[in-house]
């Protein structure tokens, strides 16, 4: 199929296939994360436990390269690239999602890191040549405005003041524009020339060196806790939440590109507020299960349309 100025073939029959249950486990996982880094919660400074988490990602992660007999070994640009992944996506991101969530409820937090889809889409556009069409632009804004209905309903549940609800939100925001700045540079050219376990493990291994720094600088020494629920819920969120499910997901990012991937993050508030339903008695309001429903059909909509190229056109620079 000839490709169009308007954009890419939508994503075959084969390839909706391969994708299915890596997106299927993405959004299950990390719908799940919020409970788990509620355990993380206590006399532990979030900042050293989010260097614990990528300490732990970092090893799981160094295991599966060798498992996979990937190469370990990478030159000044792979270096480079994964301290930039470490610093964007696993230090400054997770930080100030950290933060936030003592500010605001995760459901909030997971609302607003579905604009991961619009600024992956316009990041992937200015800096990987990656195209978008109006039928993707369609389904994402139908998805927004399903967003925007969990946002309205989340915000109206906030028992937090509004001080705490606008510093919640202010952290929200600035970590999901440096998730998508490490989501569009995994997607380049550069970085999909190294083993994708590889580039994972040193990525997590120096965000987990910056996270210790900034730990240092702003918490002082390492703090731990041994409890039982701390240690199980950092053991799930380094592996699980962490090794596993960055793999799958920056897998989809090379194979549909940055703006489909960031889909995941839709869906994310959806299954985050299932577990909810099932664990806390969360109650849908017409609202909120009308929100649910567009964010449904905008996915559909989108991953069905001409969308972005898992990979900048040849003679691109990325």
């Given amino acids: 199929m000839t490709k169009t100025p308007t954009g890419t073939p939508p994503l075959d029959a084969g390839t909706q296939g391969r994708i299915a249950l890596p997106f299927a486990l993405v959004t299950l996982i990390w719908g799940s994360t919020w409970l788990a880094i509620h355990s993380q ?119 937090s003041s509004r001080d705490d609800v606008v510093r919640g939100i202010g952290f929200t925001v600035v970590a999901v524009l440096f998730a998508s700045f490490g989501n569009v540079l995994q997607g380049s050219r550069r970085a999909r020339a190294f083993t994708m376990a590889t580039l994972l493990a040193w990525g997590m291994g120096w965000g987990a060196l910056l996270d210790a720094a900034m730990a240092w600088a702003t918490s002082g020494p390492p703090v731990f806790e041994l409890r039982a629920g701390y240690v199980a819920g950092l053991l799930y969120l380094g592996i699980v939440a962490s090794a596993v499910a960055f793999t799958l997901y920056f897998t989809l990012i090379r194979r549909i590109g940055a703006a489909r991937g960031g ?19 969360y109650r849908w309001t017409g609202t909120a299960g009308a929100g649910g429903m567009l964010v449904l059909v905008g996915l559909v909509l989108a991953m069905r349309a001409r969308g972005d190229a898992a990979a900048p056109k040849r003679g691109q620079a990325a």
């Fill in 41 to 159: 919660f206590g006399p532990v400074p979030t900042a050293w436990s989010v260097t614990y988490r990528f300490a732990v990602a970092a090893v799981a992660m160094f295991g599966v390269a060798l498992a996979m007999r990937a190469p370990l070994r990478m030159d000044r640009t792979g270096h480079g690239i994964a301290i930039a992944m470490g610093l964007f996506t696993f230090a400054i991101n997770y930080n100030l999602v950290y933060l936030a969530e003592l500010h605001i409820t995760s459901g909030l937090v997971a609302v607003l890191f579905s604009l991961l889809v619009p600024f992956n889409a316009v990041f992937a556009r200015l800096f990987l040549k990656q195209g978008l069409s109006r039928p993707f632009l369609i389904g994402s804004a139908v998805a927004m405005l399903g967003v925007a209905l969990l946002f309205a309903h989340e915000l109206g549940a906030a028992d």
């Fill in 263 to 281: 889909y995941v993050n839709v869906l994310i508030p959806v299954i985050a507020m299932g577990f909810s339903t099932l664990f806390e008695g």
